[in-house]
């Protein structure tokens, strides 16, 4: 099958090549998908675990270490560009859910748990930072509206389908946690993400 070389949305046309402003604000928009998006899924059912309080402690840690890393996120994407801090700051998503899964299964304290949010929240930092960025430097300044909605629904798209997983895989299930099934899924697509977060192209070469 030829894929098309463009496509219409909401009246305008876009053209699909890779390097093509499209594609990659779309693609940040995936990443963005398969780590905060199906983040907010997971957490939204009290992080799949039997201990609420463990999670919104853990959410606390999560967003203090979140303000923390943010002042120093400028420094970082001008030091290793926005790709590689994307792809960074992807990598505390799937070790948190990781530890959930780890957590739920009995293999490990609510100590890890904690350790994961404050990964999770100096990974967090960057990985926003450089959205802002990748999303700002890719387009024109007369359409940055248009590619800020696409990847705007392409990122919410995630929370939906994280949740249509979360119904499919525990469905059947009464009990009080989140199967192992739903935490794998979760943590492959994490693990995907990171792996096409380094398949950005730099700005400066998009067409």
Do not use: H
């Amino acid at each position: 099958m030829v894929l098309p070389e463009r496509i219409s949305f909401a009246g305008e046309t876009f053209d699909l090549t890779w390097d093509s402003v499209f594609v990659q604000v779309a693609l940040v928009g995936l990443v963005c998908f398969c780590e905060p998006g199906l983040y907010n899924a997971i957490v939204s059912m009290a992080g799949g675990i039997d201990d609420p309080d463990l999670v919104a402690t853990s959410s606390m840690i999560i967003y203090l270490t979140f303000s923390l890393s943010s002042i120093l996120s400028p420094a970082i994407i001008n030091r290793v560009g926005a790709r590689w801090a994307l792809t960074f700051g992807t990598l505390g998503y799937w070790m948190y859910v990781s530890s959930l899964y780890f957590y739920s299964s009995g293999q490990a304290g609510g100590w890890v748990v904690d350790l994961a949010a404050v990964a999770i929240g100096w990974c967090a930092g960057p990985l926003w930072t450089a959205q802002n960025a990748l999303c700002l430097s890719y387009p024109t300044p007369e359409t940055k509206g248009r590619y800020f909605a696409v990847f705007w629904i392409v990122f919410n798209l995630g929370g939906v389908v994280g949740g249509i997983i979360s119904f499919a895989t525990n469905y059947s299930s009464s009990a009080s946690t989140a199967s192992g099934s739903t935490f794998l899924l979760f943590i492959a697509l994490m693990i995907g993400g990171s792996v096409l977060a380094t398949t950005l192209v730099d700005p400066a070469l998009v067409k």
